[in-house]
């Protein structure tokens, strides 16, 4: 029996796993393709930084409250399903656009899609899997990162350099269109009756608010998480632009080059940091915040050394560690929010930290990156965006002071036990 059941939750973290796979697919297309589409539609890297950042961020961050408030009382799965069909259909649409404001309305769309997919995610891998194995399986969900963004660079890439950039985008929309009915058919919510732990009705919004609010760790957590992800989302949406035009790389090998760092350097970051959570927060709660606070600070100067390289060979070998090492906090913080609260209010509980590491980290990073790369283009031309890079990285240092201190009053707040 316990088999069994093991191998459904196999099934349906595989399942989870595709579907992030074509959510982090979908959004780093527009990266690979930002210099066709920049040269077709004249825009300028400051509105493609906002087509990257907030043109989708502002309605994922804000709709993903409320999503995944309905997806806590409704059913997770079927919120699940039909935001991948809605998020996947507006992918389709960008290849169409005619200008710049025709896709900041498709990838609006986008945004709306996606709001509903992440964060009941989280709470669908709370039902499946025990606490001592959480860190380890949201982990493996968010290889969908690496894997979504590397699949995204390489077929677009190749696409766009083979066909064009507008085929890329609609040919990556139908493919998601394609699965959901399949995961639809294979994933169900767990009953309450066969959860790991007893699942009670998910409690309103703002009771939930109202108790997160009152958790020092809970700001602290998405803070640093914030601070993190704006320049770790600016560096993954820029990185191709960047080797492009310090490297004079081509559009597929550009691809071929990011995809290599991210499948290396990011599964490898995402997988050991789930399970040095699980081993060491089993003794003492505090490092599924200490182990993102190092991996944070430590990648900072190694992105510096990285990024300042002339040598493409060189610069690809220093990639690979600041990139696993700015996702270990993937599966330790995403467990440690799962367990500020009850486990019926775990899918509200994520979106209220996604609404804030998304709309400070994922609308602002990547519009600053490219707005600071406009204005120091004047000066240092091609060089511009490696410049705005540099200064970036200060916000990995922000990340992990805020997450060393999260760490002491994390185990005051945690709810439930960890094994």
Known sequence: MAS?????????????????????????????????????????????????????????????????????????????????????????????????????????????????????????????????????????????????????????????????????????????????????????????????????????????????????????????????????????????????????????DSALFIAGVLLIGGVAGILIGGRLADRLGQGNRAWYAWLPAIAYTASAPLWAAAISSGNLAVAFALLLVPQGLSYVWLGPVLTAVQHLVEPAARATASALFLLINNLIGLAAGIYALGALSDALAPSHGDESLRIAILWGLVLYLVAGTLMALAGRSLRRDWVGEVG
């Open 4 to 252: 069994r059941s093991e191998d459904k939750a196999g099934l349906v973290l595989g399942m989870l796993l595709i579907v992030y796979v074509f959510n982090f697919l979908d959004r780093m297309l527009l990266s690979i393709l930002a210099a066709p589409i920049q040269a077709d539609l004249n825009l300028s890297d400051g509105q493609m930084g906002l087509l990257g950042g907030l043109a989708f961020a502002a309605l994922y961050s804000t709709l993903a409250v409320p999503l995944s408030a309905l997806a806590d009382r409704t059913g997770r799965v079927r919120v699940i399903g039909w935001s991948l069909v809605a998020w996947s259909a507006f992918t389709a649409l960008c290849g169409a656009a005619t200008g710049f404001w025709h896709l900041f309305l498709a990838r609006l769309g986008v945004g709306v899609g996606e709001a509903g997919g992440v964060a009941p995610s989280y709470a669908v891998i709370g039902e499946w899997f025990a606490p001592q194995r959480r860190a380890t399986a949201l982990a493996i969900y968010s290889l969908g990162i690496p894997l979504g963004s590397a699949f995204g660079l390489l077929a677009g890439g190749y696409i766009a350099q083979e066909i064009d950039w507008r085929v890329a985008f609609v040919v990556v929309g139908l493919a998601g269109v394609m699965f959901a009915p399949l995961f639809r058919m294979a994933v169900r919510d767990r009953p309450v009756s066969a959860a790991p732990v007893e699942v009670e009705r998910a409690p309103a919004l703002g009771a939930t608010f109202r108790l997160l609010a009152l958790k020092p760790s809970f700001w602290l957590l998405s803070l640093g998480a914030a601070a993190g992800s704006s320049i770790g989302y600016g560096i993954s949406f820029w990185l191709p632009s960047f080797v492009q035009r310090s490297f004079s790389l081509g559009l597929f």
